[in-house]
């Protein structure tokens, strides 16, 4: 069965500080992995697009890490800011029209 | 426009009643897909438009669900008879290529802000 699952559901951060979200998946075949941050209340933006040959990929503060092997990625947040409140939607597409989505999670910076 | 358009951005309607959501893609975009998020989760696939052709809507959830998109740009999501199990946000999403079979490891997604309908 197709599956992404992410943890944590939920998370609180001080400003400044560096967290790090898990996406594990069961999604076959596979050819890429994209995180994407949703602001309440907007659609979801993408971060980064991973192929599976690719272990690490950077986009600023953002830094996204994917095992094939083990079928897991993470997305690393560094220096977090006040704007980087948001959900984190792992994202992997079927071989057809299709993209599973993580349930996300709900990060809280607070000053 | 410079992004998907959705209209409209919030949406109350009775039970019974029938809507009808309207997304504007990105000029020149190919594909067109429908999501549905319901309140703390991600967004479930409904539908898939490669231009004016629907070629999965195997994600709708019933026969009250109607989606087209008659030129190949403007799609319109149409829910007959809405119950409160319909209550959502409806997001619409776009990509200037084909996601027929594998999609193109460097092929981006950009969605709308969704219609929030709420059905009382």
């Known amino acids: 069965k197709n599956q992404v699952e992410q943890s944590p559901q939920s998370l609180i951060i001080l400003e400044g500080k560096n967290c790090t979200l898990q996406?594990?998946?069961?999604?076959?075949?596979?050819?890429?992995l994209r995180w994407y941050k949703q602001d309440t209340g907007r659609g979801p933006v993408s971060l980064t697009i991973m192929t599976f040959s690719e272990n690490t990929k950077s986009n600023g503060r953002y830094t996204a890490t994917l095992d094939a092997d083990t079928k897991q990625s993470s997305l690393h947040i560094t220096a977090s800011q006040l704007s980087d409140s948001a959900s984190y939607i792992c994202?992997?597409?079927?071989?057809?029209?299709?993209?599973?989505f993580g349930t996300g999670t709900r990060l809280t910076v607070i000053p | 426009g410079a992004g998907v358009s959705q209209s409209p951005r919030y949406k109350v309607a009775k039970r019974g009643q029938d809507v009808a959501l309207r997304c504007d893609p990105i000029?020149?975009?190919?594909?067109l897909f429908w999501y549905q998020q319901a309140l703390g989760q991600g967004p479930e696939f409904l539908t898939y438009f490669q231009n004016e052709a629907q070629l999965d809507k195997s994600g709708l959830p019933s026969d009250r669900f109607f989606a087209e998109r008659p030129e190949g740009s403007v799609s319109t999501l149409k829910i007959q008879r809405t119950q409160q199990e319909d209550s959502a946000v409806y997001l619409c999403?776009?990509?200037?290529?084909?996601?027929?079979?594998?999609?193109?490891?460097?092929?981006?997604?950009?969605f709308g802000s969704g219609t929030q309908l709420s059905v009382l």
């Open positions: 999403a776009s990509s200037f290529r084909s996601f027929t079979g594998r999609p193109a490891t460097n092929e981006k997604l950009f």
């Open positions: 994202v992997v597409p079927t071989g057809a029209n299709n993209l599973f």
């Open positions: 000029s020149g975009h190919v594909s």
């Open positions: 996406c594990n998946y069961t999604v076959s075949p596979f050819s890429n």
